[in-house]
């Protein structure tokens, strides 16, 4: 079908929405649902879209801010503090997986039907396509399953980092091997010079102009300025490098660079987010539709086979790499398992090699539908990590005992203590705080450094996950008074909630939460109490304020006291502006409602109206300069003022039962 360029990312936008919203109620990653769109409404299955010069644009954008982010990220600092594992294991993993890549199309070259025999330079381009793993999967479910500061989580996030960090070179080397033979040190030779004159020249003088002009820029206190700053230095960097006859993305890379190094780098990468999400959920469509399912399905066998072999190799040759850098088997599999799938820029890449000619279209093809279904399964393989670790880890069984052990030794001279799960900041004060009333606690963390830190400081402190039922019970959880939830993580802390129910339904379990969208989940959870920050930040600056304009000490801390004990309901909900943004929680929010001579509930009383049945409730009535009580046998008259509380819907049914 034909489509203006507005149509036509009508229809994108259309279909990624409905898409991601699939994929979100299957708790799958976004991207998935992106691939998946592409897929079916690409010029191989209904026809709906064709690869166009909008669609082209469109993604070449996704991948340009897709760059950017990755060069914020990329500080000196960070890369310093990670060197060995970004540049030895790192390093190791995308170098035996390109020379093992090539290898293997040399070895079957003369086994293979014309059509699928690739050159060396092919080989070479596949085998960089390979070697990348999918950040956005993979650092989304360690982030779920509170695995970032584990042991392996750190070997994983440091082989990303490399893998990010090699897209580089290989932006400048795929579009080179595309030459011919006679002239390839000729253009590589070229190619390399251009990119060290030009990357010397963005950061020589960029480093020095970067700053400067971002603080000028800020100075004049516009959002809108800065925002239009942003995205002139962002793209102005990838067309210096797409003149000087480099990619586009090499540049955006280096510009996320140069803001990493200034002090606006979190509110840079806070106002980049929503263009860099959306443009490369369009870029992921672009390449679902580069796939032909007709020759997917007369060619399963092959697909199947390019899906299993790179899958099972990367994964045996990352798990070997880990093991000989000196993780232990069980944490060797988990790194693995993790990284084995293949990438967002490995389609980058295949994308480069294709439109340079380097790999005939009917291998393109079937590489490329075997690197979707690799990322399709990719969830389902972390998810059962730990299982198929157990299950093939002669070892893990013991390494996980001893850490049991060391925990149970530990926390075996304790009695009615504190189980402090989440030894961060929050973690730390309060263990402080209990150490000086002299009342004995015992800390579960994830982070191995943290952990051996605080134990020579003297830290009632193990390493330890405090969602698993071996680690509680080890931390003597039978013994034990009260555990503290001290990070503010509702998916983690109804996980310990569901375990501590079934170990001690008695024990009385505190919970931090951020705000109190998710108070009332966390206590049906089993929460004794659940302390929100906002509102307890709240709290805190409204009795500041009181004793400042001469309320007494005492009724200022009766009326906190008594906010409190009515587990904040009168502190819950908010009016919201336009700057908030909604949660996918629905938070509670308050709103007014003017009752006019017209509006059906004057006359009426309070409980004849039931706007409690619409989920919302009423705070308070203003009649005048002064309020009413809240009954319900209150009569409403023209003029009042009602103030609801309760989610969004709850609230606007509310206000309709009122006024009509």
């Not at 629905?586 to 017209?598: A, K, M």
Request: charged share 15%; aromatic share 6%.
């Amino acid at each position: 079908m034909t489509f203006s360029p507005l149509e036509l990312t009508l229809l994108l936008l259309g279909s990624a929405v409905l898409g991601v919203v699939a994929f979100r109620m299957m708790h799958l990653p976004p991207m998935l649902g992106y691939l998946t769109v592409g897929i079916l409404i690409g010029p191989h299955a209904l026809g709906l879209a064709e690869q166009s010069e909008t669609t082209h644009g469109l993604a070449e954008f996704g991948v340009v801010f897709l760059m950017f982010s990755i060069g914020l990220e990329f500080s000196l600092p960070k890369l310093k503090a990670m060197r060995g594992i970004v540049f030895g294991l790192g390093m190791a993993q995308v170098v035996l997986t390109v020379i093992a890549t090539m290898i293997f199309g040399w070895t079957l070259a003369t086994q293979l039907p014309p059509h699928l025999q690739i050159s060396w330079q092919a080989s070479f381009a596949l085998g960089g396509a390979l070697a990348m793993s999918s950040t956005a999967i993979v650092s989304k479910m360690l982030t779920e399953r509170l695995e970032l500061e584990s042991e392996h989580g750190r070997k994983i996030i440091g082989i990303l980092l490399f893998q990010d960090l090699a897209v580089v070179p290989l932006l400048i080397l795929i579009p080179s091997l595309g030459e011919r033979p006679e002239a390839l040190a000729e253009t590589l030779g070229w190619a390399s010079l251009k990119a060290v004159v030009v990357l010397a020249l963005l950061f020589v003088v960029g480093h020095k102009v970067t700053r400067g002009w971002f603080t000028i820029v800020v100075k004049r206190r516009s959002q809108e300025l800065f925002m239009l700053n942003l995205l002139l230095v962002t793209l102005s960097a990838a067309w210096i490098t797409e003149r000087a006859g480099l990619s586009l993305a090499l540049g955006a890379f280096v510009a996320g660079m140069l803001i990493s190094e200034t002090e606006y780098k979190h509110q840079v990468e806070e106002d980049i987010k929503p263009f860099r999400d959306v443009l490369l959920g369009l870029f992921f469509i672009t390449i679902g539709m580069l796939l032909n399912l007709r020759m997917v399905l007369e060619n399963w066998w092959l697909v199947l086979l390019l899906l299993c072999a790179p899958v099972v190799l990367k994964f045996a040759l990352i798990a070997g790499l880990a093991k000989l850098f000196g993780s232990s088997d069980g944490v060797s599999m988990r790194v693995g398992l993790a990284l084995a799938q293949a990438g967002e820029f490995g389609f980058v890449l295949l994308n480069l090699a294709s439109d340079h000619h380097l790999m005939d279209s009917y291998l393109v093809q079937v590489v490329l539908a075997s690197m979707v279904l690799s990322m399709l399964i990719a969830p389902f393989l972390i998810a059962q990590s730990d299982k198929i670790v157990m299950k093939f880890s002669s070892n893990e069984w013991m390494m996980q005992s001893l850490q049991l052990t060391k925990i149970a030794s530990r926390a075996m001279s304790t009695n009615k203590h504190v189980i402090v799960c989440g030894f961060g900041r929050s973690g730390q004060r309060l263990a402080t705080l209990l150490a000086e009333e002299k009342i004995d606690y015992h800390a579960l963390d994830m982070d191995p450094e943290r952990v051996q830190e605080a134990q020579s400081a003297g830290a009632h402190v193990s390493y330890g996950d405090a969602g698993r039922r071996e680690s509680l019970v080890a931390a003597g959880i039978y013994r034990a008074s009260a555990v503290v939830i001290s990070y503010a993580d509702t998916a983690s802390a109804l996980r310990v909630l569901h375990q501590v129910n079934e170990l001690t339904p008695s024990l009385p379990v505190i919970v931090r939460s951020h705000d109190d969208s998710d108070l009332d989940r966390l206590k049906a959870a089993g929460a004794a109490e659940v302390v929100p920050e906002v509102m307890e930040g709240s709290l805190m600056l409204a009795s500041h304020a009181l004793v400042m304009l001469g309320v007494p000490l005492r009724r200022v801390v009766h009326r906190v006291q008594a906010a409190r004990e009515e587990r904040y309901a009168s502190l819950r909900g908010y009016f919201p502006g336009m700057t908030d943004v909604e949660e996918e929680t629905d938070p509670e929010r308050l709103h007014s409602v003017t009752l006019s001579g017209s509006a059906g509930a004057v006359g009426r009383s309070l409980g004849s109206v039931d706007v409690e049945s619409c989920g919302a409730v009423v705070t308070s009535i203003r009649r005048g300069k002064g309020g009413l009580e809240v009954s319900p046998q209150t009569v409403l008259q023209a003029g009042d003022v009602v103030v609801l509380r309760g989610g969004a819907d709850a609230v606007n049914r509310a206000e309709q039962r009122l006024l009509r």
